[in-house]
């Protein structure tokens, strides 16, 4: 009783506030005039130009949900959910029959058919020119019409009419009350969005970006991710020749596009950009000197990895990928790789190749701002640099943007450290060098360098030593190449040693190497030593994998399982493999080979096999000693 009590003084009066009697809006005069219903921002009736009084909160309610789907029966059970979402009366059906009998008369007295009761539900019969959605969506669709007719000019004035009909969120003052309504507001919102992008390029179409680039920044705040809507931003900012601030939108879209959903721009959107740094970029005359060439020297003797280069050249030479990112053990030839590689490409990039290095000597972590300036300084940009990361890395990529350049980033310790200095997608373009793997770097084309083979590890030693006394004991060199664990590093400190001592048989210094006391003093020579790499890379390591290497220093070979480790490290098998996986991603470890297999049988943990680098076992084995652990 208290429920229908409660809802029949809902039904006759608005929270206690009389409703107006009902002839005040509608007289004899009015009656037949013209019905008129806003749903773009409150929910408002006309007719005539006088507003109608549309009741009580529940009853606007109703005719809301029946105006979500003008012409279209909606259900009793839709419109009482939306009503009493929790916990509806006995008497809610009563109660809206009560509810659309009302608004029968309120909204045309004359034709209490236009709202009738049928198969399916409530239906409110209505014409675009009574109702501003409907006249919104006939708009829209002429102006599609019109683009396909190649009137661009008359579309961006029909868009434009079915624009200027908003004036507020649909259904503002209701929508907050009922989840229908609620999601009617983002369907109506993605489809002003639609129109909007339809206008806008009908707009830059016809050479008129102004009005484009004076609002869509309001567009681009509600949907920052859309890519067809960066694409009209960018554009229009670039007409009306606004081109830094369409630099900065592009890079922030693509920073968001990689950060929230792990992907590139688009084509759409990277078209208007290389449209945007073609018309930036200034002509180069024939024959113009060409930009910086800040690289060490190429090795004359470099050796091998025709597969590697002929991948990392391919991912360069094509304009807007991502970083390539080159990882391996300590002394696998990274750095020389990688410059080798930018001499390469040299030619490919006029306005500057040029290496840095993100780690000092000691293997401390370089200060970004150090060397972000060290590399503006090297290609030549004379933009200040903000002290505050962000918009130092903004105004960096937006120069960048503009040029053909090739940075190499050597040696980095983590993707923290590129963040600042990494081009945007476009001419620019970064090769990187790291032991770690760097997961978080997600969209770079990724090369592990592996060891050299016994013949390219023969080939280097004997361009250093000589052909025909590697020749002359060949067995001996065989030995040498594999005591170095194949890493071009140790085998040019091996080849430096035997170039001084020209005397010695080759195969009294693989017998030397083969002794693991002294192998890591013989690879020494010339200021190249091997101990010395890997002490630093060592101090580099985080303390727990310093820790697991000092506990497989008791493994008898280079090559082992799972057990075996977990033996060494005297934790369970799953503890282990985590222990292992943590020196996979910091480049120590090779990540496990797969045993053959048969058809019917996978691959278990337990029978893969592993593979630490010969010479950081050794080196495992000196700490552990040190340390007084056995081994």
């Given at each position: ?278 018309a930036m970029a200034p002509p180069r005359p024939r024959g113009a000197t060409t930009g910086s060439r800040l690289l060490p020297p190429d090795l004359a ?331």
């Amino acid at each position: 009783m208290a429920d229908s009590l409660t809802e029949s003084r809902d039904a006759a009066s608005d929270h206690g506030i009389p409703r107006e009697p009902a002839g005040e809006f509608g007289s004899e005069d009015t009656t037949t005039a013209p019905l008129r219903l806003n749903l773009l921002g409150p929910l408002r009736a006309f007719r005539g130009g006088l507003p109608l009084a549309l009741g009580p909160l529940k009853q606007r309610l109703v005719l809301a949900v029946l105006l979500t789907r003008p012409n279209t029966p909606v259900s009793v059970e839709e419109l009482t959910d939306a009503v009493w979402p929790d916990d509806p009366p006995r008497t809610a059906r009563k109660n809206l029959q009560a509810y659309v009998s009302t608004l029968r008369r309120v909204l045309d007295p004359d034709d209490l058919d236009r709202l009738h009761h049928g198969p399916g539900g409530y239906v409110l019969r209505l014409t675009a020119e009574e109702c501003d959605t409907l006249h919104f969506e006939e708009l829209a669709r002429r102006g599609d019409t019109e683009v396909r007719a190649g009137a661009p000019s008359h579309a961006a004035r029909t868009y434009r009419q079915a624009l200027d009909l908003w004036r507020h969120d649909p259904f503002s003052d209701l929508a907050p009350r009922a989840e229908v309504l609620r999601a009617a507001v983002e369907r109506r919102h993605a489809r002003r969005l639609a129109v909007y992008e339809a206008w806008a390029e009908a707009q830059l179409e016809i050479g008129d970006p102004g009005p484009v680039a004076d609002t869509v920044d309001e567009m681009v705040s509600r949907h920052p991710l859309r890519e067809r809507l960066r694409a009209a931003q960018l554009t229009a900012l670039h007409q009306v020749g606004r081109r830094t601030e369409a630099l900065a939108a592009y890079d922030d879209c693509r920073q968001r596009l990689s950060r929230e959903l792990g992907l590139e721009p688009g084509a759409a959107l990277h078209s208007a950009y290389r449209s945007l740094l073609d018309a930036m970029a200034p002509p180069r005359p024939r024959g113009a000197t060409t930009g910086s060439r800040l690289l060490p020297p190429d090795l004359a003797d470099f050796t091998g990895r025709a597969w590697e280069l002929d991948f990392v050249s391919a991912q360069l030479d094509s304009e807007g990928g991502p970083p390539v990112l080159v990882t391996g053990a300590v002394g696998v030839g990274k750095t020389a790789f990688a410059v080798h590689v930018a001499h390469r490409l040299a030619e490919r990039y006029p306005d500057g190749v040029v290496a840095t290095r993100l780690c000092a000597e000691d293997g401390s972590t370089r200060p970004w701002a150090s060397v972000l300036a060290e590399l503006a300084r090297s290609v030549g940009c004379t933009e200040r640099l903000p002290a505050d990361r962000e918009e130092a890395a903004t105004v960096w990529r937006s120069w960048l943007s503009r040029r053909r350049i090739l940075l190499l980033l050597d040696d980095t310790p983590d993707a923290g450290a590129l963040t600042p200095l990494l081009p945007p997608s476009g001419t620019a373009a970064a090769l990187v060098t790291s032991r770690s793997r760097l997961p978080c770097l997600e969209s770079a084309h990724r090369v592990e360098l592996p060891p050299l083979s016994t013949e390219e590890g023969l080939g280097l030693l004997g361009g250093i030593i000589g052909r025909a006394r590697l020749s002359a004991e060949r067995a001996a060199a065989e030995r040498i190449v594999a005591a170095t664990g194949h890493l071009p590093f140790a085998l040019r400190a091996a080849g430096n040693r035997l170039s001084v001592l020209r005397h010695m048989p080759l195969g009294q210094y693989a017998d030397r190497l083969e002794h693991p006391a002294e192998a890591l003093d013989e690879l020494a020579s010339g200021g190249i030593g091997v101990r010395t790499r890997l002490v630093r890379a060592w101090s580099r390591l985080p303390a727990p994998a310093r820790g697991s290497l000092r506990a497989l220093a008791a493994l008898p070979d280079v090559s082992f399982t799972l057990p075996a480790a977990a033996q060494c490290l005297g934790v369970a098998g799953r503890d282990a493999q985590r222990s292992l996986e943590e020196l996979i991603d910091v480049g120590v470890l090779q990540p496990p080979s797969l045993p053959e297999v048969s058809a019917h049988m996978a691959a278990t943990p337990e029978s893969m096999r592993y593979e630490l680098p010969w010479l950081t076992l050794l080196f495992a084995r000196e700490q552990a000693a040190a340390r007084g652990e056995r081994c």
